[in-house]
Nanobody
Framework: QVQLVESGGGLVQAGGSLRLSCAVS????????MGWFRQAPGKEREFVAF????????YYADSVKGRFTISRDIAKNMVYLQMNSLKPEDTAVYFC????????????????????WGQGTQVTVSS
């Protein structure tokens, strides 16, 4: 069993920054690739970013490229999402997920590729 706990969300003005963290329990952290998704009210959960098991491959949604950076610290069982130049449209609940579905971008950008999810952390960006 793998448990994920997100933190670091909050209220920030447009143009500001936040760093989200995802703590992963269990000794199998290195067995999973990790992703960040977000869900705004009334919308479906959407892909934000992905990092492979080794950290060597990363993918981003077009809407966050150049502004967000995903990383993982295998020694600490942590995954991070550094969010810069935040916009009001980034407002959502952000979820981290653990995947063992490989590294094909078209697959890992889907929620169905993720076996475990955290409870989410709210990010609100004011204009």
């Amino acid at each position: 069993q793998v448990q994920l706990v997100e933190s670091g969300g909050g209220l920030v003005q447009a143009g500001g920054s936040l760093r989200l963290s995802c703590a992963v329990s269990g000794r199998t952290f290195s067995s999973y690739a990790m992703g960040w998704f977000r869900q705004a009210p009334g919308k479906e959960r959407e892909f934000v970013a992905f990092v492979s098991r080794s950290g060597g491959s990363t993918y981003y949604a077009d809407s966050v490229k150049g502004r967000f950076t995903i990383s993982r610290d295998i020694a600490k069982n942590m995954v991070y999402l550094q969010m810069n130049s935040l916009k009001p449209e980034d407002t959502a609940v952000y979820f981290c997920g653990a995947s063992n579905a490989g590294t094909t971008e078209s697959i890992v950008s889907l929620t169905t590729a993720y076996r475990y999810w955290g409870q989410g952390t709210q990010v609100t960006v004011s204009s």
